[in-house]
């Protein structure tokens, strides 16, 4: 309802519009935005972009229970994950497919669209998309934060096919680093996990080098920076490699003044990714 201030509420399930499907919710994750929703330190809601009150829960899995009018792709009983940009359909951004573009851009329990912290969630049907039968759906819950990170490594030019191995380093053990890792492990990337809590890189395990400090970072080829805090950022504009690229996947970050000489001097580049 507000900054700290949530409550558990009865609603109406709603009528479908055309293009609409109704979801029953299965698994929904926590992630670090819908503590910052309920916090109310998340940029989209200090800079007044986004409002109260919303229901949260952007990586969800469920089941179709009702289909809209003008759908023919998914059906009643479809297992699904559901996309959290959404487009509003009209603009010429969507109709090139590309929602992030969208002015009017919707974000599933984020922004101006409720989310999956409730029994039943309303989505466009563009934006579901039915699972494998032998995908768990708890385990289908995490397709949204991995989709994040995928996304974000094309960003970085991190691809299958394009990207020769480099010396990564990731910062960040929470559900969003460890992803990064293990996709960029998986493609042949030489991996390195930083995070200033121990008990977290002890559980990592022999998976990735680990680090509990932030040396790693002066002799990585790449960055990923998962943490949205603005100490670690500025570290990272300081003490990065000469030619290094650095990847903010953190959010948000807010007011970090530094000196864009310290990017251009260096042949550092900086890439960001929703």
Not at 36 to 54: A, N, Q, V, W
Not at 152 to 165: I, V
């Amino acid at each position: 309802r507000a900054p700290h201030r949530a409550q558990v509420e009865y609603r109406e399930v709603p009528t479908l519009k055309p293009g609409e499907v109704l979801i029953r919710v299965a698994y929904v994750g926590i992630c670090g935005t819908d503590l910052e929703i309920l916090e109310g330190s998340l940029g989209y809601y200090r800079s007044g972009m986004g409002s109260y009150p919303i229901v949260p829960g952007h990586e969800s899995s469920g089941t179709i229970v009702e289909v809209g009018p003008r759908i023919t792709h998914l059906a009643k009983g479809d297992r699904v994950v559901v996309e959290c940009i959404q487009g509003c359909g009209e603009c010429s951004a969507c109709a090139d497919d590309n929602a992030i573009r969208c002015v009017n851009r919707m974000e599933l329990g984020v922004l101006k669209q409720d989310g999956a912290y409730a029994e039943y969630m309303v989505a466009r049907a563009r934006y579901v998309h039915q699972i494998p039968a032998e995908l768990p759906l708890a385990r289908a819950a995490l397709a949204e934060p991995l989709a994040v990170v995928l996304k974000a490594l094309r960003r970085l030019g991190a691809t299958d096919a394009k990207s020769a191995p480099r010396s990564v380093g990731v910062i960040g053990a929470g559900t969003i680093g460890l992803l990064a890792a293990k996709v960029l492990a998986k493609r042949g990337h030489r991996v390195t996990v930083m995070d200033s809590d121990r008990r977290r890189v002890e559980a990592i395990g022999a998976e990735f080098a680990t680090s509990t400090s932030l040396t790693p970072i002066g002799s990585s080829e790449w960055i990923v920076e998962a943490t949205g805090s603005q100490e670690v950022l500025a570290q990272v504009m300081r003490e990065s490699s000469t030619g290094s690229a650095t990847l903010l996947l953190g959010f948000p970050y807010g007011r970090e003044p530094f000196s864009f000489e310290s990017i251009v001097a260096f042949d550092r580049s900086v890439i960001g990714s929703v």
